[in-house]
């Protein structure tokens, strides 16, 4: 028997394509990536790439709290940017979000993302 469960909250955007919010495997959850989508629309928010970031921000909160924790509990994260100027306001929105320790990261340029989104990111979260 499979020790994992699907994690799944209306506070995130739905998925738009065959894969799960989130998966809890034991005290580890794989949260998929999460673009600016608001999730009573689905569609990306208006505003600037400060109000993209900030959005990608709150939807993972609502994963993570639909699986039992928080964004402190982040121990990966990964960030997809169309623009690598954009690194530094990444760095100061995340501030806002998250105190040191900071989780491990990774930030990479991509030519593009679903939906014509200007951020992504992905985590793997630890509930132990």
Same mark, same amino acid.
């Given at each position: 028997m499979s020790?994992?469960? @699907?994690?799944k909250?209306? &506070?995130?955007?739905?998925? $738009? %394509?065959?894969?799960? #919010?989130? $998966?809890?495997? %034991?005290?580890? @959850?794989? !949260?998929? %990536? #999460? $673009?600016? !989508?608001?999730?009573?629309?689905? =569609?990306? @928010?208006?505003g600037d790439?400060?109000?993209? $970031?900030? &959005?990608?921000?709150?939807?993972?909160?609502?994963?993570? =709290?639909a699986a039992g924790g928080g964004l402190t509990d982040i121990v990966k994260?990964?960030?997809? !940017?169309?623009?690598?100027s954009h690194f530094a306001l990444v760095n100061e929105v995340m501030a806002s979000y998250l105190q040191e320790p900071y989780p491990a990261r990774a930030a990479i340029g991509v030519a593009a993302l679903p939906k014509g989104a200007g951020v992504e990111m992905d985590a793997i979260m630890d509930i132990a």
């Open positions: 020790n994992h469960s @699907v994690i909250t209306d &506070r995130a955007p739905a998925a $738009i %394509g065959t894969y799960s #919010q989130a $998966i809890k495997a %034991g005290s580890t @959850v794989y !949260l998929s %990536g #999460q $673009i600016p !989508l608001d999730p009573a629309t689905m =569609e990306l @928010v208006d790439m400060e109000a993209q $970031i900030r &959005r990608v921000f709150d939807n993972l909160t609502a994963v993570c =709290e994260l990964n960030i997809y !940017l169309t623009d690598l």
